[in-house]
């Protein structure tokens, strides 16, 4: 005796070794013995052989016409050997019954299962979109083929094209152009960016890069939305002195500048300007949401994403020639650069000049501080705050007397050939120590200022040599100082712009908008430091990046290198970290020559061979 049965989802056939009602002992008709609940039996039959049944069952699964038997099956539930004896219109033979079994099993469009050998035919608007379904799967395989075979053969489909970089950094998974690409990949044994690249779907590894980040931090693109930029409050007492800034010529953002008072008896007064967006922007408004989104002004050689819109930044920054609102801290100094008393109040503040820090710098720097017959504007308001700033720094206990180089990038020329300049600068310089001086002074005020009177504020705290942000004041040891928070760069930081809320508030006697348990605050502090480290990350790729594009321009070959740890080494030129391969073993500080091979501007990297080593630097820095 013989038997068709169900296992493992598939209709098999086999012969009975040994009934016991409830379960039998049968062998497959491959010969694999075994037992079997009586329950998945859907058939007993005396003849043909189970290897007979089962190629004649296939043989007549072929015939079958499935609308036609939907058709037959009608409405209710039914039974496969009755379906099968009015759809051959005899007592089936088995192979007939196995073909008619096999038929409902392997259409689930067309029946629905119900039991142990029992079926019911879909509802007919049910089969019409499964069969749409399947149309739509047929055409998706053959487009899908036809991809794999024009990216196998290096060409590329308009559809990849357009989502090529979607593609290569955040893709859709499901999507068919994945899908495709993947195969194509496993068939060329190439990753999915050098096949694309390959196939021209990268024309520019700049905008390959720049996607990356884009695609991660901004998928819904960098367009403001149309906000208009909320006026200051008009009654803002005026400032009794001009002031000036100092940045590099790109800056639109000018966050900060200062003024200063010359009295009879050598005392002095200074004042700390810093632009007042928070004046304007009100907490819960849409451009507080818009700022508390981005969090911060993006930089990246050539380029940068600002937090605010254009329209407001024009509106608070501190340009030259006008009056502008702003949060000004006055420090009444003594002829012995002692701080006798500070001031905190809101202003209208003329902005004399913007200066620069490329016109600048030739004139007022270290060699020329105090040097006969030189005139240029502010010149003695520059060279007492730099005495000032010197004198603070001592008194911080963290004068730094170390110069080390700061790399300043400069793009220019059209899209996809571009020219980069790469030139150093020194760090700490007077114009540098000047400026960050005033910044601290006024952040370590204004933190010690909040902290008194048990107002909430965001700090930059550094203890046991870790930094992090913190709502509770907490000192900076790396400075030096009891209390700092970021308030000195509104236009290009949300946490500086909160802060600047608060200050505000305190300095004009009026309630503070956020409180110590303010979920606004918690959420910043946790956003910010994720995205600021994520925005440092990126501007540092891009540097690399164009260190990588100006040493492909100048053609260079090899270069002179600094040993920073075990095989790494920082080029002398540029800021660039790279492993050096077929080197000796190398001690920190040690020079070498490399040789410069395989640059690769998808990877960011290159192949760094040794070449010999070179005698010590006078001064080497590789700190």
């Known amino acids: 005796m013989f038997l068709l049965y169900e296992e493992d989802g598939d209709i098999k056939a086999g012969s009975i070794l040994a009934d016991n009602d409830s379960s039998l002992q049968i062998e497959s008709q491959h010969g694999k013995r075994g037992k079997l609940k009586a329950a998945h039996v859907l058939l007993r039959y005396a003849a043909p052989a189970p290897a007979q049944v089962m190629d004649g069952a296939r043989t007549l699964r072929e015939e079958l016409d499935l609308d036609f038997l939907w058709e037959v099956a009608g409405d209710a539930e039914f039974g496969f050997e009755t379906l099968a004896r009015d759809y051959y219109g005899h007592q089936p033979t088995a192979p007939e019954s196995a073909a008619i079994v096999l038929a409902l099993h392997q259409s689930p469009i067309y029946f629905q299962k119900k039991g142990k050998g029992r079926y019911k035919a879909a509802p007919a608007e ?93 998928p819904r693109g960098l367009a403001f939305p149309a906000l208009a930029a909320p006026l200051p409050p008009p009654d803002l007492p005026a400032g009794d002195a001009p002031a000036f800034s100092i940045d590099d010529a790109s800056t639109t953002e000018i966050d900060d500048a200062f003024s200063v008072i010359f009295r009879a008896d050598g005392s002095v007064r200074v004042g700390i300007h810093i632009a007042a967006p928070a004046l304007g922007i009100t907490p819960g408004s849409d451009l507080d949401k818009l700022a508390a989104t981005r969090l911060s002004t993006i930089y990246m050689p050539g380029e940068k994403i600002t937090m605010l819109p254009e329209q407001l930044i024009a509106q608070y920054t501190l340009a030259e020639n006008r009056d502008c609102p702003a949060l000004s801290l006055y420090v009444e100094v003594g002829p012995d650069y002692a701080i006798q008393s500070l001031s905190t109040k809101a202003d209208s503040i003329r902005i004399a000049a913007n200066l620069r820090h490329e016109t600048l710098e030739p004139l007022f720097n270290e060699a020329s501080i105090g040097q006969a017959g030189l005139d240029y504007p502010f010149r003695r308001e520059l060279e007492w705050l730099y005495g000032f700033a010197r004198h603070l720094e001592v008194v911080r206990g963290k004068a730094d007397q170390i110069q080390r180089n700061d790399y300043v990038f400069k793009i220019s020329g059209e899209k996809d050939r571009e020219r980069v300049e790469i030139s150093t600068r020194v ?125 492909v321009q100048e053609n260079v070959r090899e270069l002179d290198a600094t040993v920073w740890r075990e095989n790494l080494i920082r080029f002398d030129t540029l800021p660039f970290v790279a492993k050096v391969v077929g080197a000796p073993t190398l001690n920190p500080g040690e020079r070498v020559r490399v040789a410069l091979d395989d640059i690769d501007l998808l990877d960011v990297d290159l192949t760094c061979r040794f070449v010999r080593q070179e005698p010590a630097a006078s001064t080497p820095d590789y700190a």
């Open 126 to 218: 049910t089969l019409a979109a499964a069969k749409l379904g399947l149309e739509r799967k047929a055409r998706e395989a053959a487009l899908r083929a036809e991809w794999v075979a024009m990216l196998a053969r290096g060409e590329l489909p308009e559809t990849i094209r357009a989502k090529a970089f979607e593609l290569a950094h955040k893709p859709d998974k499901n999507s068919l152009e994945f899908k495709a690409l993947s195969d194509a990949c496993a068939e060329t044994n190439l990753s999915p960016v050098r096949l694309l690249d390959k196939c021209g779907a990268i024309p520019s590894s700049l905008e390959y890069h720049r996607q990356a980040f884009l695609l991660t931090h901004f």
């Open 427 to 551: 760090r700490g310089n007077p114009i540098d120590k000047l400026v960050s001086e005033m910044m601290i002074l006024a952040n370590s005020r204004w933190g010690g200022m909040l902290a008194d009177r048990n107002v909430a504020g965001i700090y930059r705290a550094q203890t046991g040599g870790k930094v992090r942000m913190t709502l509770k004041p907490a000192p900076h040891e790396g400075l030096g100082v009891a209390h700092y928070t970021w308030s000195t760069s509104p236009l290009r930081r949300y946490v500086d712009l909160l802060n600047q809320r608060q200050i505000l508030a305190v300095a004009g006697d009026a309630l503070p908008p956020h409180a110590g348990n303010d979920p606004l605050l918690f959420a910043a502090v946790r956003d910010f430091e994720l995205a600021y480290d994520a925005y440092n990350e990126f501007q540092r790729g891009m540097e690399r990046y164009w260190c990588l594009r100006w040493l």
